[in-house]
């Protein structure tokens, strides 16, 4: 429907546009106390960097057809008509969400040289559809290099020349290893070598996963379903969140696990259908489940979140083991369910998401079992969740719902001051970001005095 894409289109770009000349008033009377340090300033771009690379939103049939995710400035549709936090929203439309939340920093400013951090609305992910996905698959080692062209050379070469770079950030809302193919590859394999090309190795890419020994990028929070605009919306929901009576011990929403190979996912699914299949199974502790299966193979949750929010609710643990890749969207949407997470391997959060999720404070929100006791030691994830004291079990949900949720959550844009003064995930992301840049340049000063 190409009528209906360039219609949405159509209203992000007026959106778009309003919201930047609103801002920019209001940020020139912005206290220069509270923006000391954490100036930014957004890169004028052309259209095709961004806006225009969502006119195309349904050409790309293998991907998804990806304008019904764009309404509400990348959030998606509503669940429901009469719902005012929850949206079907797909996560590698972050890089919308971003550039909108951008437009209502506080801090911005027009001038690049009071800039302490300068933000470039490119969507990185959006564009590399074409080279993963689209027509020009052989020619991936190109993704980037126009971009780079015009950010260092073309109209005004000295805003990148003044700290080469290092003070530039974009969000790639998809994880890195997509944009890692090593430039040596011919034909390329899959992926895009935008984070291999050294014009970009100065600049900070925030993914949705990244490296296991990254160096430009950060990985932050998958976008979830849950925006609320407002604080009464916040706190119905996490009142909802604290008093649901979970029934359930664990919970794997997901698919894989079919194959007949040993892996997590198939041990998950073999203990979960054996334990439910035998009728003497001790049920304990006053669950009237001890496991759920909610199978979301080949995407039917993707976009509906009902499918699993519910079940989440209901269960003390979501099981979170690795598939195509370490990290999972549903570690966020269990979070948000107030469902406490057991990892299998430290890269699918640990070593990922540290400003968002503190490194040294896991034990204190989640369950670690590493997979090779599940899949090759005959460990049972049922035994170690029992063995954990019930009054643990409830402080960790208690800092699962009261710490993590309000930080891993992206509030719906424009949403009320009373919100706003809470820090969500894209409020960590810029904090972590002008921290990063500034001992990035702080680091690029010391080198120029040498
Ligand atoms: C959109 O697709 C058309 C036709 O496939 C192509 O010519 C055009 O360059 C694409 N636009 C962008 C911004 O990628
Ligand atoms: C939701 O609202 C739209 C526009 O107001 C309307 O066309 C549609 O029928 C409504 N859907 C439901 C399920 O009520
Ligand atoms: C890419 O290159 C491979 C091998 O050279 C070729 O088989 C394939 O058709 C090419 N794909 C496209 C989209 O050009
Ligand atoms: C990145 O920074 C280094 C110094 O830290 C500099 O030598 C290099 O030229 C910069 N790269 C680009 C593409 O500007
Ligand atoms: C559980 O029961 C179903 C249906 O009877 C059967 O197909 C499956 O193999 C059983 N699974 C296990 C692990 O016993
Ligand atoms: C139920 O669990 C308890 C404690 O874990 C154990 O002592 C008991 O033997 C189990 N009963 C059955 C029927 O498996």
């Known amino acids: 429907m190409p009528s209906a894409s360039l219609t949405t289109v159509a209203i992000l770009l007026l959106l778009l546009i309003s919201t930047t000349a609103t801002t920019s008033e ?31 939103c349904s050409q790309y049939p293998v991907f998804d057809n990806f304008c019904p995710h764009l309404f509400h400035h990348g959030l998606g549709h509503k669940t429901h008509n009469s719902s005012h936090s929850w949206y079907r929203t797909d996560p590698f439309m972050l890089e919308l969400i971003f550039h909108r939340r951008m437009l209502e920093y506080p801090c911005l400013t027009s001038d690049p040289n009071l800039a302490n951090a300068i933000y470039i609305p490119y969507y990185a992910g959006l564009d590399s559809l074409k080279y993963l996905f689209g027509p020009q698959l052989n020619s991936s080692f190109l993704h980037g290099l126009d971009l780079f062209h015009y950010l260092a050379a073309a109209a005004h ?11 530039h950030f974009l969000v790639m809302a998809r994880p890195a290893w997509d944009f890692t193919q090593p430039l040596s590859n011919d034909p390329p394999i899959f992926g895009t070598s935008f984070l291999e090309l050294p014009q970009f190795f100065n600049v900070t890419a925030l993914t949705l996963e990244s490296r296991a020994y ?60 054996s334990h439910n299949n035998n009728s003497n199974s001790n049920v304990s502790w006053g669950y009237e489940k001890m496991c759920e299966f909610v199978d979301c193979s080949n995407g039917i949750c993707e976009h509906d979140p009902i499918k699993f929010m519910r079940p989440m ?46 490194e040294k404070e896991y034990d204190e929100f989640s369950v670690f079992i590493r997979k090779e006791d599940v899949v090759f030691k005959g460990v049972k994830i049922m035994d170690v969740l029992m063995r954990i004291p019930r009054g643990e079990v409830r402080r960790m949900r208690e800092k699962v719902i009261e710490y993590l949720m309000p930080r891993i959550m992206y509030r719906k844009h424009g ?33 120029r005095l040498e």
């Open 313 to 358: 609710l209901q269960s003390s643990f979501c099981l979170q083991p690795p598939g195509d890749t370490p990290t999972r969207r549903s570690t966020f949407d269990a979070i948000v369910a107030g469902c406490i997470p057991v990892f299998f391997e430290e890269m699918s959060a640990k070593r990922q998401y540290g400003w968002h999720l503190p």
């Open 157 to 167: 070469p000295h805003i990148w020349k003044k700290n080469l770079g290092h003070d």
């Open 214 to 273: 990254p160096w430009q990028e950060q990985a932050i929070p998958y976008p979830t379903s849950f925006h609320p605009p407002n604080l009464p919306f916040l706190e119905s929901w996490l009142n909802r969140v604290k008093k649901t009576r979970r029934s359930t011990l664990m919970l794997f929403a997901g698919g894989g696990g079919m194959s007949a190979n040993p892996n997590v996912r198939r041990s998950i699914r073999l203990e979960c259908e």
């Open 26 to 56: 209001e940020s020139e009377s912005e206290s220069e106390d509270e923006c000391r340090d954490r100036w930014i300033h957004i890169r004028d771009l052309p259209t095709r960097f961004n806006l225009d690379l969502l006119t195309n």
């Open 415 to 447: 949403s009320s001051l009373g919100l706003r003064n809470k820090k969500d995930a894209f409020d960590i992301a810029i904090d972590g970001t002008l921290l990063r840049i500034k001992s990035r340049i702080q680091d690029l000063e010391a080198q």
